[in-house]
Every structure is written in C-alpha cells, then in structure tokens.
C-alpha cells in the first residue's frame, strides 16, 4: 500500500496541475499565433499573441471571433482577428479623406498610416456588406449585440466591409502581444488574420 502512496504522491499533482492548466485555457487565457497579414504592421504572421477570453470590449481594441457563420466563406474552426472600429448603437461615418468618426467624433486611427485610412479603407475589392456604407455623408449605425471590425492592414483585410458586423456570441477574447515578441511595448492585439 505505501508503493501506492507514493505513486500518488507525485501523480496528484501532476493530475492537479493538469486540470487547473485546462480551466485557465478554456475559460480565461490561452496562446495564439497569427496567421496572416491583415492585422499588419502591427501584428505580424506567426506572432504569438495572448488571448483574453473575459477581456473587455472597447474601441481600438483587437478581438478574435469564430468566423463560422459571420463569414460566408469561413470553414468550421477558422478564427480571425480584427480591430473593433464600431460597438453596439454607435453611428460610424468613414469619410472620403479617410477620417473617421464614431457617434460623430472624430477617431485617431493612430495605429494605422494615412495612406491606410484612405485608400486601404475606402477602396474596396467587392460590394460593401449589408449596412455597410463608407464614404462622407454615408452613416451606419452597428446594430445592437454586434460589433463593426477591420483589419489594419486594410487593402488585404477580409473584414466587416465584406462581410457585416460580428454578434457578441462570437467573440473568443480580445488580444494583447507578450513580453516573448521581438516588441518592445505591450499593445492591445490578435488568430487567422483573414
């Protein structure tokens, strides 16, 4: 009997440790690598970034989503990230200079180059989504428990435009890059960056 007392004396911490490993990654933080290059410069392909499943939603901040569903030509399990330009109720005007305006006050989009906000963001690849106007004097308005997000590398980004606004039931978590990144400054960030 001490034979098994000493197996167990090691194997249940071991089988601890396990368990409260799988809490933490199911319900508050696990590890994601980038893949892609709509979220570029700031983020770059095959970068490792954190995953906050109970993070809080704000403007400017980067979210990953389950694009099953939201995208029409998203596969089960494909997950993107993007920028949360737009949360529930808010009235958004993307204007032909590339400023942009949220509830009619101007947003910095300081994480983005001027050329970005304009011709990244305005010149489009395909019809604008459902809801979606860009342009001055075209205002939208994000429906309630939705979200409007963009990629930052906006002339490769497969966003909101496209595909229309993200339900809150979506979203995985928000996203911050690490310590381990060549970086040197922690920036709220995120999966497949389509």
């Known amino acids: 009997m001490s034979k098994f ?13 396990l368990l409260i490993a799988l809490v933490i ?15 570029y ?5 095959n970068e490792l ?36 330009i737009g ?6 005007e993307y204007k032909n200079d590339g400023k942009l305006y949220v509830n009619g006050v101007q947003q910095s989009q300081s994480y983005i180059t001027k050329k970005q906000q304009v011709a990244g963001t ?4 395909a019809n604008e989504a459902k809801g979606v106007t860009l342009g001055s004097g075209q205002i939208f308005t994000v429906p309630k428990g939705k979200y409007f997000v963009l990629g930052d590398n906006r002339a490769a ?29 922690v920036i709220n960030h995120f999966v497949p960056a389509n």
């Open 5 to 17: 007392k000493e197996i167990m004396g090691w194997l249940w911490p071991i089988i601890l440790g």
């Open 25 to 39: 990654k199911t319900y508050f933080f696990s590890l994601v690598r980038v893949d892609g290059t709509s979220m």
């Open 41 to 45: 410069p700031n983020l770059q392909n």
């Open 49 to 84: 970034v954190a995953l906050f499943k109970q993070g809080k939603i704000k403007r400017g901040t980067v979210i990953v989503f389950d694009a099953y569903g939201v995208d029409a030509n998203a596969q089960p399990k494909d997950k993107y990230v993007k920028r949360v």
């Open 87 to 92: 949360l529930p109720g808010d009235k958004i």
């Open 122 to 125: 305005l010149t489009l690849q």
């Open 157 to 185: 980004s497969n966003d909101s435009r496209y595909y229309g606004f993200v339900p809150t039931n979506k979203i995985l978590g928000t996203v911050k890059t690490g310590f381990w990144n060549d970086k040197a400054q």
